[in-house]
């Protein structure tokens, strides 16, 4: 579902998702529940970062969880993840454990990366996941090079590369989307366009708004998607997979999204309103937009509802309670997974 090409300012309305693919009761429910994983584990990162229990850097994925989710729900198994730092949504969507990831982020020897990395070290090759990173638009570059692999192996497998608004204004973004265009590489590009690079309005830092259109002097196909919408982003994905698991190339997806966090844990976001932020909460909060249309339907009721969000949480308190009673990492573990 395209969005108005205009200008991506952050009192833009994100528009419906007419056209979008109509869901079964079952994959509403699966998008629900995901969708909620990823919100109340971030939720509780966060209170775990206020108390002291996470330290360094705490960027939280809150508002944007229909983006990852309708995009897993387009791929096929096998097909590659990697992303920048904001990755703790990414990493369950691909099913990564909650207590691995949040004991990673408290420093714990059961982390994915035994405590010693934090939110931008996370690995998983056995849930194809290979990263959030810390380097703005570094992931692109690795991303397209998973996929030269893949076209290399020849092993029918994509490669989705997601980042920032920000970040769409490297350098190296756009040297990776000259080799993906001129190699026909199995890549799809996702812009989460959630309109700050940092506390900087897209407005103030692109001169072209409209991200999708990035590519257009590479010959790479790209459309804007209503990311606030679980439908819109999987019926977009799967267009976008298709044509890059075909053989046509690489494809952009700008996903026009919204975070209700700043930055990172540290960032206050005075350089918007409350009002804007509230309003993208009651107007446009995917999660609530499928509870709305399933109650609508008379395809579930609030006692459900109420069940789901339990399992979440009792799935999420666990994760909490490992990661603040797994043992540290022993002094040793410093020598350990070093390049000499």
Known sequence: MAVSAAKAAPETEVSSASGALEFTKEEELHAHREML?????????GQLYGMGLIGGFCHLYIGQEAVVIGM???????????????????????????????AELTGRRGGYSK????????????KQFYGGHGIVGAQVSLGTGLAFANRYKKNGKVSLVYFGDGASNQGQVYESFNMAKLWKLPVVYVIENNKYGMGTSVERASSNTNLSQRGASFDIPGEQVDGMDVRAVKAAGARAIAHAREGKGPYILEMVTYRYRGHSMSDPAKYRSKDEVQKMRETHDPIEQVRARLI???????????????????????????????????????WTDILR
């Open 37 to 45: 994983l990823i919100r109340r584990f971030e939720e509780k990162a």
């Open 72 to 102: 897993q729900m387009a791929v096929e198994p096998g097909d590659q993840v990697i992303t920048g730092y904001r990755d703790h949504g990414h990493m369950l969507a691909c099913e990564m454990d909650p207590k691995g990831v949040m």
């Open 115 to 126: 405590g010693k990395g934090g939110s931008m070290h996370m690995f998983s090759v056995e």
């Open 296 to 334: 609508k339907a008379g395809l579930a009721t609030e006692d459900e509802f109420k069940a789901i969000d339990k399992e979440v949480r009792d799935i999420v308190n666990a994760a909490a309670e490992f990661a603040t009673n797994d043992p540290e990492p022993d002094p040793s573990e410093l």
